[in-house]
């Protein structure tokens, strides 16, 4: 069974652009979770997305969006990037039904680095 | 403030060591805790935990949750530098209509052969 997958790897930018971060769930999984890992803060919970709709939203600014396709894959979007932005973003993926969070299978993750 | 803390920080043991990881917690509507195992990128999931005295284990591998006193132990036996990772705990509450996870910033342990 093919796990979560993330793209790009690895990702450089600058001040002022925008990122976009891409995620494939395990096939079944109808959940997306987003976090930012940056260090010394551990994982900061960004984003939640469940058959297509957005259930809950991390303490991050407006510029931090996102959406879920139809095929459950997901995409996060960083507008007006900034320096502090620079971190792993993880993806995990779940059988979560609409009011909860269950088990979570992770990605390896994209580290952005904004310079 | 809900807040879930880790402790310690960091540890080092030696091969063959028993070590025990904290994870404590102060939220609102208690539902579950998790444990995951980070290696290099992608946390790995290790236990869940809802319900207080009930040990979960795994080989080498146990956990317990106590939620009179709000936290949960992980403990790993017989270590091997293969347990060297980050320990992350996570807790799952309601707040409101709506159900939230928080992380702690785990413990990084270092097993020396």
């Known amino acids: 069974e093919a796990g979560v997958t993330q793209s790009p790897t690895h990702l450089i930018k600058t001040r002022g652009q925008q990122a976009t971060l891409r995620c494939s769930p395990i096939?079944?999984?109808?959940?997306v979770y987003w976090y930012q890992q940056a260090l010394g803060l551990g994982l900061q919970f960004l984003l939640w997305y469940d058959e297509g709709e957005e259930r809950n939203r991390g303490n991050f600014p407006p510029r931090f969006s996102g959406r879920q396709f139809p095929n459950y894959s997901s995409e996060l979007n960083v507008n007006a990037l900034e320096l502090e932005d620079s971190a792993l973003y993880l993806c995990a993926s779940s059988w979560a039904g609409r009011s909860s969070y269950n088990e979570q299978f992770f990605g390896p993750g994209t580290r952005l680095t904004v310079l | 403030e809900d807040k879930v803390v880790q402790s310690p920080l960091s540890l080092v043991v030696h091969e063959g060591d028993t070590v025990t990881l904290n994870c404590s917690y102060e939220v609102t509507n208690f539902r579950s805790l998790l444990w995951y195992k980070q290696e290099k990128k992608a946390p790995t999931f290790l236990f869940m935990l809802t319900s207080s005295g009930i040990e979960k284990k795994s080989g080498r591998l146990s956990s317990i949750l106590d939620k009179k006193e709000l936290f949960s132990i992980l403990n790993i036996t017989a270590t091997q530098t293969g347990d060297s990772a980050v320990y992350l705990c996570?807790?799952?509450?309601?707040?409101?209509?709506?159900?939230?996870?928080?992380w702690g910033l785990g413990t990084s342990l270092a097993v020396n052969p």
């Open positions: 996570a807790v799952i509450y309601n707040a409101g209509n709506n159900r939230k996870l928080i």
């Open positions: 096939s079944g999984h109808t959940s």
